[in-house]
């Protein structure tokens, strides 16, 4: 993630653009328009020193000498997230109503604030969704918020077992009859929803360590070029 990076260390060094542009494989001028609030895209910063990449004694070399050149760490790997606002990528944003009338047909217990929240949505979309005046409605069809990839099983697990906390019993044989009715079921549901999240999980994690490795092979073999030069 080679942008997060320099917007993080664009925003939190004093290192020069040089600097910032070499190490995470940038042009000058990208690293620039980041400075400059420029860049066609905003990115969240991913701080280098915590994912392993960097140090802080190397950030404070290169800050104390502008041609000094930042040495990777190791391979970034791990992609991690300080605590904020969740984000959905790009290309999954599109999804977002479909998750939302997902859990509005299949959990109505939970509330526009907790499916605010799981999603990463307004209550005014909700609200659109719920009542069908939403401007895409006709495209819109009801999927696991899971599967779609906008979040994770445990956190809509926790949703809804907010959600009924919340709720508390009405009837004691409704309460009774429903877990006998969908156990088979559910079981069945939560058990293929794993398997799915699991190797979702998988190819990610293997795309990210096959992009590292090749970054770092293209940045030792550079170093050793220029060594050898």
Not at 8 to 31: K, R
Request: negative net charge; charged residues 30%; contains cysteine.
């Amino acid at each position: 993630m080679p942008h997060a990076t320099a917007s993080w260390l664009v925003d939190n060094t004093a290192l020069s653009f040089d600097q910032i542009a070499e190490f995470c494989g940038l042009h000058i001028l990208e690293v620039q328009a980041m400075a400059d609030d420029l860049a066609s895209s905003k990115y969240t910063g991913r701080d280098p020193v915590h994912s392993g990449e960097l140090t802080h004694d190397e950030i404070e070399k290169g800050q104390a000498d502008p041609n000094y050149r930042l040495k990777m760490h190791r391979a970034p790997v791990d992609v991690s997230r300080t605590k904020g606002p969740r984000y959905t990528p790009v290309s999954k944003r599109q999804d977002k109503p479909d998750g939302i009338a997902w859990i509005i047909r299949n959990h109505p217990e939970i509330s526009d604030a907790q499916i605010g929240k799981l999603i990463g949505t307004t209550r005014n979309t909700i609200n659109a969704i719920r009542d069908r005046s939403h401007w895409n409605i006709q495209n819109i069809q009801a999927k696991d918020p899971v599967t779609l990839g906008l979040c994770s099983q445990r956190e809509l697990d926790a949703a809804v077992a907010k959600a009924a906390k919340r709720a508390g019993p009405s009837e004691e044989g409704e309460e009774q009859a429903v877990p006998d009715q969908r156990d088979e079921k559910e079981k069945l549901i939560e058990e293929l929803r794993a398997e799915r999240e699991a190797a979702a999980k998988a190819a990610v994690e293997a795309a990210q360590e096959a992009e590292a490795e090749a970054w770092l092979e293209a940045k030792r073999a550079a170093e050793a070029g220029e060594s050898n030069g």
